[in-house]
């Protein structure tokens, strides 16, 4: 099948095309104005490949739940123009194919849970620390939507008895996001992460925050593996640290064969920065075998999917 790809960030839209094996034969990026800018764009590139399915993980917060009023809807965004607006609906009128749709994080999760570091695991918890912080959610073999989405990048932590940095985030000072995001090393210590990368003591803090947040994923989710990526975790000196901090924090409070081997606990993602796309390559996929069960159940029959 020809299958379009939509990772929709806050800056760039990425809009790529590829097929049920995850394979990603062609991509390009645009840059995220306005649906009246950007939209025609995105619609024009996907119909000149005649795609058979879409899938878009999105930027948010959005309404991911089916069977809701706002379904589909890019809602109390930041980003002003794209408030309250319906993304799933537009494309589906301009494509006439299936649209399946979940945030960006959620399809990166989907992403290494179909393809990548956390196939054949029924639970597993996918953490973007970039510009903001990102949760993913995949629990009992899917991903995890209630009244809307996990929110947990704003998960709220103990603050570092050493840290007086009053948090970037303007809703909640003490929040992972708040406390650990790439905006946030960069107003604390006045220089971004790129050029901190030889202090120690920068990512020793950073390293209790994100380790502290994992704990309480682990306490709360019960996941078989916690990914961490984005551009953050391209500090590859923070893992180790992540890790040790983990351990004395969890205080072997939970003690499984998961946690014997921290190494294969706390992993960096494991798709090269494809994982977004390719989880929504997934989601057009899934958005594909629900509408055939839907016809199926429509026509008294099931098709063998």
């Keep these: 099948m020809i299958l379009g790809a939509l990772e929709a960030g806050g800056t760039k839209m990425v809009c790529a095309i590829g097929n049920e094996q995850g394979e990603i034969l062609e991509r390009i990026s645009i840059p995220t104005v306005s649906p009246e800018e950007t939209m025609p764009q995105m619609i024009a590139f996907f119909r000149e490949h005649h795609i058979e399915a879409l899938g878009v993980g999105c930027f948010g917060p959005i309404n991911p739940v089916k069977g809701t009023a706002t379904y589909g809807y890019i809602t109390s965004t930041p980003k002003l123009a794209w408030q309250q607006y319906n993304i799933v609906g537009a494309f589906e009128e301009a494509l006439g194919c299936p649209v399946g749709f979940d945030t960006d994080v959620n399809a990166a999760m989907l992403g290494e849970a179909t393809f990548g570091i956390a196939k054949g695991l029924d639970n597993c918890i996918y953490v973007t620390i970039g510009t903001g912080v990102g949760v993913g959610v995949y629990i009992n073999g899917g991903l995890l939507h209630g009244m809307m989405h996990p929110e947990a990048g ?112 706390i992993v960096p993602c494991s798709l090269g920065d494809n994982q977004g796309v390719m989880g929504c390559l997934e989601l057009a996929l899934e958005a594909v075998g629900e509408q055939l069960l839907a016809k199926g159940l429509q026509n008294g029959k099931l098709f063998d999917l």
């Excluded at 947040?213 to 019960?222: I, Q």
């Excluded at 996941?223 to 890790?243: A, C, K, S, Y």
Aim: hydrophobic share 40%; glycine share 8%.
């Design 154 to 265: 704003h998960l709220l932590l103990q603050r570092h008895p050493s840290d007086s940095y009053p948090g970037k985030c303007p809703f909640h000072g003490n929040c992972l996001e708040g406390l650990a995001a790439g905006p946030a090393i960069e107003a604390r210590w006045g220089a971004r992460g790129i050029d901190l990368k030889d202090r120690r003591e920068v990512w020793e803090l950073e390293a209790y925050y994100i380790a502290q947040a994992c704990v309480n994923f682990t306490l709360v989710y019960s996941p078989r593996r916690i990914i961490l990526g984005g551009g953050v975790m391209h500090q590859e000196q923070l893992f180790p640290m992540v890790r040790q901090q983990y351990q004395e924090l969890m205080a072997d409070y939970v003690v499984t064969p998961e946690l014997e081997n921290l190494n294969r606990y």
